[in-house]
């Protein structure tokens, strides 16, 4: 019992490293973002954030034995998932450049929810009252922070909806992988076609504005490197541990945004977030709770 609840701590200080990652990761993009295009943020995003996924790769001995390293059999469905990654980034990283960082954050911790509605199409899951009764609380809060009612309402504010959609799309699709697939290598694959269509809407563009001074190009490397780091954390931590019961760590990332957004933009969206806030994160937390105990009951 000890030896569990140390693991616990342990992955749970893990994951709550990638979540601040994960929102530092943010506050740079919204700096990069007042002077490069989005599309362009996101392929260098995934450029330099694909080195620990190799790392990563390395480790995955069993998989190297038996000589497919890079080689998958979906890889298809593999770089299709980077298309809707792309889609999710570029939802997300243009909420950051016209919203507080805290804010966009906050309506991205949506995703629990589409999680939850777009199981039951894709994977054939039974929604009980519990979780529709969470999808309805969460969501209300979703309204809250948007403040549809208000005449000063942004439509941007549909943009970090439209992300944590895709992300959802992103996570559950990743179930249609074999079991011994390694996640690095879904995750190689992923930034590959994440890549490929920020380039093909760069080129459609032509409006891509190339790094000349040494410090900007690391500013993209400590874009690339915080989202990979705070990715390979993550899979650590939900590797060591029952997700559901590190789950709720991620909330950690609305009062680390809330942070970085007032320390670096001067941004104190107080207004905004509560009580919508509230609302969000216990949708979230009725979904993980009703989760766990139909794990133990099983």
Known sequence: MKTQKQSLWVSAVILIVAIFLFDVQGALIKHIGTQYP?????????????????????????????????????????????????????????????????????????????????????????????????????????????????????????????????????????????????????????????????SLLGLMHDNWIMPESLSTWLWFVAMGAAGGAAVLLMITAYRMNDPSSLAPFEYFGIPFSFVLGWVFFNEAPFDSLIPGVFFIVSGGLIVLWREKRLLRET
């Open 38 to 198: 989005v599309e362009q943020i996101a392929f260098f995003r995934n450029l330099f954030g694909i080195v620990p996924y190799f790392f990563m790769l390395c480790f995955a001995k069993q998989w190297r034995q038996q000589g497919k390293f890079l080689v998958m059999n979906r890889w298809k469905l593999g770089l299709s998932r980077g298309f809707v990654l792309f889609f999710a980034q570029l939802c997300f990283y243009y909420s950051l450049l016209h919203m507080e960082l805290a804010t966009a954050t906050t309506l991205a911790f949506s995703g629990p929810l589409f999680v939850t509605l777009l199981s039951i199409p894709l994977l054939g899951h039974k929604v009980g009252w519990w979780r529709i009764i969470a999808v309805m609380i969460g969501f209300s809060g979703v309204i809250m922070v948007m403040q549809p009612s208000q005449d000063a309402f942004r439509w941007v504010a549909i943009l970090p909806i439209g992300a944590a959609f895709f992300y959802a799309l992103t996570s559950l699709s990743s179930r249609f992988f074999d079991d011994d697939v390694p996640t690095a290598l879904i995750s190689i694959y992923a930034s590959c076609g994440a890549m490929m269509l920020a």
